[in-house]
């Protein structure tokens, strides 16, 4: 990816088994989100990965597989990404109660939608 670039992240829960209501020692899945955008505005590529956590040095994995350090990358407002700063060409934004990243927001819903179908 070298173009304009969103970066986002997000956990989904396994479905627990025999076990009603809430359960807070669930098995939440972190992952992070790239979408690339063409020239026109339009998602051209989208990448996910499972993280361990929302560290920088987690978040960097997705960086350094497949985000060139020429893309202009927008990222939510988070402190742990400063040292990915030095590398990369990133822009922070506020999420804005999901005003912005709305094309990655419906993927992560749409992936989201597919994991519970499965």
């Not at 202009?72 to 999420?95: A, F, H, V, W």
């Amino acid at each position: 990816m070298n173009g304009t670039v969103h970066i986002d992240e997000f956990v989904v829960v396994e479905k627990q088994k025999s076990e009603t209501g809430r359960n807070y020692d669930n098995k939440k899945k972190k992952v992070v989100i790239a979408v690339e955008f063409s020239d026109s505005g339009k998602v051209k590529h989208k990448y996910t990965l499972k993280i361990d956590d929302f560290s920088a040095q987690e978040l960097g994995k997705i960086f350094d597989k497949h985000i060139d350090k020429s893309a202009k990358t927008t990222i939510n407002e988070r402190r742990g990404c400063q040292p990915l700063y030095d590398e990369y060409d990133i822009t922070q934004m506020r999420s804005n109660d999901r005003q912005n990243f709305i094309a990655s927001h419906t993927i992560i819903h749409r992936v989201k939608s597919w994991i519970k179908t499965t």
